[in-house]
């Protein structure tokens, strides 16, 4: 075959030109190739002939180079003929909108063309498309997103990407206990689930059981919903999700938590030196935060367990849009587990759901939980941002009270009832290099609610815990200089908390409704020094409640100073004060499940609750280590009798009074290779202080004076193996007078308060969880857990109630004992 080149073909005389569709039909005869074409695109076109000695690949060839089409032959003999694609190119630097400097390495996106920035910031990228959404994204910057058509500009770009709010509250410790645990320099715990690793007894990452794994942190019954942080009630935590405050956080009345870990990206744990913009917590902050960046593809999960299935998405509305929703359902429904059996049986214990008075009955027990979450996030433009959050959970038992009554079997249902909804908007905006704003609105809404029968005596009880909430929030940054920054807002909230009590026969009715409205400004000043070695949060709130005319002044100060390469120093101190507390009116309160219900300060009978806090300490890391330790000391003061859960002689007592906590938390961590170990230990000293009571001074319900928390953890490419022990004090309790329990009055006889103790908690878990990879982005996550492999028998409660011969009977409130669970999980 000869082989001719394109300049003797290019000599052809132009007068042998012929049309290209008779040459096209002339070819699929000669190969028997077929060509698709369009008529209208190739038209009177024209052509000299290639020489016929060619191949067919060599005529093809011969064809786009002297046509202004493209010819893509397919492999089922077709040759497809369209217009040539045009190559554009974008070019652009990328600097520091702050210092100025030029951003190496940051990422940029157009279409679906990606490249990096080189040392000077500098970019280009050839693509297809002429317009579409140019992305830039770099560590510790806010992504530039904003649409670009390349027709309507020649030069070369110039993009400024601003600091990220949290530049200058850097990572000083990454893994404080595992990996996805990280220390931050405003003294604040923080865990990111989306590098989350595993916790011993923890297949799912749930959000506050995960944070008990931290020193000083624990849960005096095993539950959620009563989460001790240096010797403080669970109502002296404030729970955040995306800036709305919440008035519920367990499932199973406490045993898991509400907020679904696939929605909620990252929670911190202050337990001192918070932040002047926030305000109740006197104990702590529990912050949750949803994702912050928009997705360009669409992304889920599926997964159940022994206890619930679980849903999520992640997916874009149109380029400046994106929404996620999460849903899950407890399983009942479908199935009972050894789980859910293991938490049902561990929340009706020692209540009237469990055992009914005599020849009474309760049958047919149903109990029912389910959330669901939602954040849109909409970018207006380059400088504005829009974002909705939504939560709603529940929480339903329904159970059967049946008896024979005057020879007729009379039956009635009896039925408790938990729910939360909350939502908020929140619109950002940048309006130049330094000052930015955020304006924040929400609702949330909790209700609790029991319908509870007496056959015996044809009666019903109905009981009523509602607290609605709106709050209104502005937020300034203005960035004096790189390392300083100014923060100013006004916060305003409504509360209003409703009780209600009524009985039908005989009649009575107690119902009350009570609002307290706050004003509060806070001002405060964030700096980083340029070698970032020393770091100090300096702020003030101040609060006005205007129902009782008081003005409350909360100096916050948070300091971090590195003092040599692997040791730094920190000291953290605040004045907080909180309105709304959980009181108990009787233990046998919403049918002795849930017996504490939200109450708001009168300012009298129910203080305002008033802290103060001081905490300093060292952390030394270096070639895998960390050793971390903490002393504090904390002062509350308005609390009352009823906020404290006695079970003693004080139980029905109302008296205000006051604690005091101090402790050391100790940590120390070890990293080798795929290997984690930790072992944190703590003490707390904490005594309440009641002026009115016989005792004065006595140990605190929550002082669990020793505590150690320990473990190991191996994590590979698939697979993650965690197993660890928790062992503390058993908590303060108080007995009855040997050989005397009942006095000349008939009642019990109690010995001095908190004088002694339960045995000693000790609890030992392990969990698993493998990972099988398919095509990209499909993998499938496999997960097993016992919680309490041996089975232990920890008291973690007692108390004492005369029975119907007015003899004293002791009730013993177990933990949950050995508890399997498996998961599977989908991501897609």
């Keep these: 075959m000869i082989v001719l080149s394109s300049t003797s073909l290019m000599g052809q005389d132009e007068n042998n030109q012929v049309p290209l569709e008779d040459l096209l039909l002339q070819f699929e005869k000669q190969h028997g190739y077929h060509f698709n074409y369009d008529k209208d695109l190739i038209g009177k076109e024209i052509i000299i002939p290639p020489?016929?000695?060619?191949?067919f690949n060599q005529a093809i060839a011969y064809l786009e180079k002297n046509t202004a089409f493209q010819f893509t032959v397919t492999e089922d003999n077709?040759?497809?003929?369209?217009?040539?694609?045009?190559?554009?190119r974008v070019c652009g630097?990328?600097?520091?909108?702050?210092?100025?400097?030029p951003l190496a390495f940051a990422n940029v996106m157009f279409g679906k063309k990606g490249t990096t920035t080189d040392k000077k910031g500098y970019f280009e990228l050839k693509t297809n498309t002429n317009s579409g959404i140019l992305s830039v994204t770099y560590v510790g910057f806010q992504t530039n997103e904003f649409f670009f058509d390349i027709l309507s500009s020649t030069a070369c770009l110039d993009i400024k990407l601003l600091p990220k709010e949290e530049t200058l509250s850097e990572i000083i410790i990454s893994g404080f206990i595992v990996q996805g645990i990280d220390k931050m320099k405003d003294g604040g715990l923080r865990i990111d689930f989306s590098k989350f690793s595993m916790l011993p007894g923890l297949i799912e990452s749930d959000v506050l059981q995960s944070v008990q794994a931290f020193p000083g942190i624990q849960s005096i019954n095993e539950t959620v919903s009563n989460i001790n942080v240096r010797g403080g009630t669970h109502d002296q935590n404030l729970i955040l999700w995306d800036d709305i405050k919440m008035y519920q956080s367990g499932h199973f009345f406490g045993l898991i938590s509400i907020f679904n870990p696939n929605i909620t990206e990252k929670v911190t744990l202050l337990k001192n030196g918070t932040s002047a913009a926030y305000t109740e917590g006197v104990s702590s902050t529990i912050a949750m935060r949803t994702d912050t960046e928009l997705t360009d593809h669409f992304t889920g999960k599926i997964s159940a367990s022994f206890i619930d299935t679980n849903g999520f998405i992640d997916t874009p509305i149109g380029k400046k849009s994106s929404v996620q929703v999460a849903?899950?359902?407890?399983?009942?429904?479908?199935?009972?587990?050894?789980?859910?059996?293991?938490?049902?049986?561990?929340?009706?214990?020692?209540?009237?759901?469990?055992?009914n008075e005599v020849n009474i009955t309760n049958s047919d027990k149903m109990f029912d939980f389910y959330d669901a979450s939602l954040r849109w996030l909409y970018k207006i433009n380059d400088k504005s941002e829009l974002r909705l959050n939504f939560i709603g959970a529940a929480n339903e038992l329904v159970y059967t009270e049946s008896s024979i009554i005057n020879t007729i079997e009379r039956s009635r249902e009896s039925s408790l009832s938990q729910n939360s909804i909350a939502g908020g908007l929140q619109y950002k905006r940048t309006w130049n290099d330094r000052f930015s704003t955020v304006l924040q609105a929400y609702n949330t809404d909790y209700k609790l609610q029991a319908f509870n029968v007496n056959l015996a005596r044809s009666q019903r009880f109905l009981q009523e815990n509602i607290v609605s909430e709106t709050g209104i929030r502005a937020h300034a940054f203005y960035n004096i200089s790189d390392r300083l920054e100014w923060q100013n807002g006004y916060h305003f909230t409504e509360t209003a908390v409703t009780n209600l009590d009524d009985v039908d026969d005989p009649v009575f009715r107690d119902f009350f409704v009570e609002v307290l409205r706050t004003h509060s400004v806070f001002t405060q000043l964030h700096f980083?020094?340029?070698?970032?070695?020393t770091y100090l949060d300096l702020g003030v709130r101040y609060n006005y409640l205007d129902k009782f005319s008081k003005s409350i002044v909360e100096p916050r100060i948070n300091f971090n100073q590195k003092i040599a390469r692997d040791l730094t120093f920190e000291i953290q101190g605040e004045l907080k004060h909180q309105s709304t507390s959980k009181i108990i009116n009787f233990q046998n309160d919403f049918l002795g499940i849930e017996n504490r219900r939200w109450q708001l300060t009168d300012n009298d009978s129910i203080p305002i609750i008033r802290s103060k806090q001081i905490s300093s300490g060292l952390q030394f890391e270096k070639k895998g280590w960390l050793l971390n330790v903490e002393g504090y000391y904390k002062y509350v003061d308005g609390i009352t009798t009823r906020s404290q859960g006695f079970t003693n002689a004080y139980e029905f007592v109302r008296e205000k009074g006051s604690y005091d906590a101090y402790g050391i938390d100790f940590l120390l961590r070890k990293r080798w290779g795929g290997f984690n170990f930790w072992s944190s230990y703590s003490y707390l000293k904490s005594e309440y202080t009641f002026d009115a009571l016989p005792e004065e001074?006595?140990?605190?319900?929550?002082?669990?004076?020793?505590?150690?928390?320990?473990g190991i953890s191996f994590k590979s490419r698939?697979?993650?193996?965690a197993a660890g022990?928790?062992?503390?004090?058993?908590?303060?309790?108080t007995s009855l007078v040997f050989g005397n329990e009942v006095d000349n009055q008939g009642d019990l006889n109690y010995n001095t308060a908190n004088a002694e103790r339960l045995d000693d908690y000790f609890r030992f878990d392990v969990s698993a969880m493998y990972q099988i990879r398919f095509a990209t982005p499909y993998t499938l996550n496999l997960g097993a857990s016992v919680w309490n492999v041996f089975d232990q028998e920890n008291t973690i409660n007692n108390y004492y109630r005369l029975n119907t011969n007015r003899t004293p009977q002791e009730f013993v409130q177990r933990s949950l004992g050995i508890v399997p669970n498996v998961s599977i999980k989908m991501n897609f």
């Design 78 to 88: 077709f040759v497809l003929i369209s217009e040539p694609t045009k190559e554009f």
């Design 697 to 710: 001074t006595f140990p605190s319900n929550f002082d669990t004076t020793h505590s150690i928390s320990s």
């Design 327 to 355: 849903v899950r359902k407890a399983l009942s429904n479908f199935a009972e587990t050894p789980t859910y059996d293991a938490y049902f049986d561990r929340i009706a214990q020692n209540t009237e759901v469990e055992s």
């Design 718 to 721: 698939d697979l993650q193996l």
């Design 93 to 101: 630097y990328i600097q520091s909108n702050v210092s100025g400097e």
């Design 528 to 533: 980083g020094s340029h070698n970032r070695k």
């Design 725 to 733: 022990f928790n062992w503390r004090t058993g908590r303060p309790t």
């Design 51 to 55: 020489d016929s000695n060619l191949s």
